[in-house]
T-cell receptor
């Protein structure tokens, strides 16, 4: 079945460091891919998305490119801030049904 | 209130108790969802209601019973739970329009502890 694998956390970075959180997926067909973020004490928020191969999603300085050849959707940010500390979830939608398939989440802590 | 609200935010219950979680969405959406978020595990979709009818039920034990009285409200009734049911329960809503993906908006969750 469809699934998402993302790197284990926690990830600890200093402010202004470069961030990469790896995400790979397994799916039949051409799923849509998402990154969600969960700040402490809050629900999940959609951060960015890509619906077809080679699409780049971007928001708030974060980027991810849908790479079909490597079945990946890695999240990157050039310079993280303390306010980026949160849990990041990679997810896919198989273009049918209601279910989003989520990864286990990667906790990010950014220190001053 | 705006967005998706959930009450209570925290709940501690014994295995013999009966309690209910409440979710309300203020976005005019027509679909609502219950998810379970456990530590070190992916989010698990439990139930989906679209236009107030249950359209998906992912093999959830019968000790969890959902109710959707209208498009703005969703309940999760709990009875005779087990300690392994302790988790964060998230509610979400979306505007469904056929089979295209529409962003799900999440509430802050109810942190449930079963003793």
């Amino acid at each position: 079945g469809d699934s998402v694998t993302q790197m284990e956390g926690p990830v600890t970075l200093s402010e202004e460091a470069f961030l990469t959180i790896n995400c790979t997926y397994t799916a039949t067909g051409y799923p849509s891919l998402f990154w969600y973020v969960q700040y402490p004490g809050e629900g999940l928020q959609l951060l960015l998305k890509a619906t077809k191969a080679d699409d780049k999603g971007s928001n708030k300085g974060f980027e991810a490119t849908y790479r079909k050849e490597t079945t990946s959707f890695h999240l990157e940010k050039g310079s993280v801030q303390v306010s980026d500390s949160a849990v990041y979830f990679c997810a896919l939608w198989a273009n049918s049904g209601y279910a989003l398939n989520f990864g286990k989440g990667t906790s990010l802590l950014v220190t001053p | 209130e705006t967005g998706v609200t959930q009450t209570p935010r925290h709940l501690v219950m014994g295995m013999t108790n009966k309690k209910s979680l409440k979710c309300e969405q203020h976005l005019g959406h027509n679909a609502m969802y219950w998810y379970k978020q456990s530590a070190k595990k992916p989010l698990e979709l439990m139930f989906v209601y679209s236009l107030e009818e249950r359209v998906e039920n992912n093999s959830v034990p019968s000790r969890f019973s959902p109710e959707c009285p209208n498009s703005s409200h969703l309940f999760l009734h709990l009875h005779t739970l087990q300690p392994e049911d302790s988790a964060l329960y998230l509610c979400a809503s979306s505007q469904e329009s056929g089979r295209t993906y529409n962003e799900q908006f999440f509430g802050p969750g109810t942190r449930l502890t079963v003793l």
